[in-house]
């Protein structure tokens, strides 16, 4: 009787795990690239490619400061999009203190994250549960996010001091990301 029972538990478990896992992996706009046609879907979702000028736009920042991209021109800016509860995000955001800011500090660069369709009491949360101080940007309605693109996250969108866009990325890749990085010094380079 015990084994019937702990079987059926077992079941049910391997069946919650798996529905977690099928939910994690379909979640809109949230995952690393997996499918073949993965970056045909990306190219078609991404609003600003490399080589347009970067839409304005005006975001509230955690601290109720408000910030233009515009007032930025002369800074190489880094704008990224992201969500609390997206895991790539999540697996990228870690870098972004020692592979971004500690790197470009005293530096022509900005590191603008905003996140995408979540409120200021969700991104202030994992903020502090994270430990992080860097600013963040909020996006509640996703107006910021729906000028660049209409799909998928992480995204980031490498912008030169002229308002330029640089370089547009989709998901999170160790290797991409590493690329980004060595874009970016080129990029601060060039600007000097």
Known sequence: MATKKSNKQLWILLALIGIIAALILLLPGCGNRTKK????????TTLVKAGDTAPDFT???LD???????SLRGKVVLLNF???????CRQEMTRVQSD???????RDFVFLPVSRGED???????????????????DPEQRIYDLYASNYIP?????????????????????????????IERT???EQ
């Open 82 to 88: 992201w969500a609390t509860w997206c895991p790539p």
């Open 59 to 61: 975001a509230e920042m």
């Open 120 to 138: 200021r009491a969700a991104v202030a949360a994992f903020r502090e549960k994270q430990g992080y101080a860097f600013p963040m940007g909020l």
């Open 100 to 106: 971004l800011i500690d790197r470009f500090e005293g």
């Open 188 to 190: 601060l380079a060039t």
């Open 155 to 183: 995204r980031n969108f490498l912008i030169d001091a002229d308002g330029k866009v640089v370089m547009a990325t989709a998901g999170y890749e160790a290797e991409e990301f590493d690329a980004l990085t060595a874009t």
């Open 64 to 70: 109720g400061e408000k910030i233009t991209l515009s």
């Open 37 to 44: 046609n993965a970056d045909q879907e990306i190219e078609a």
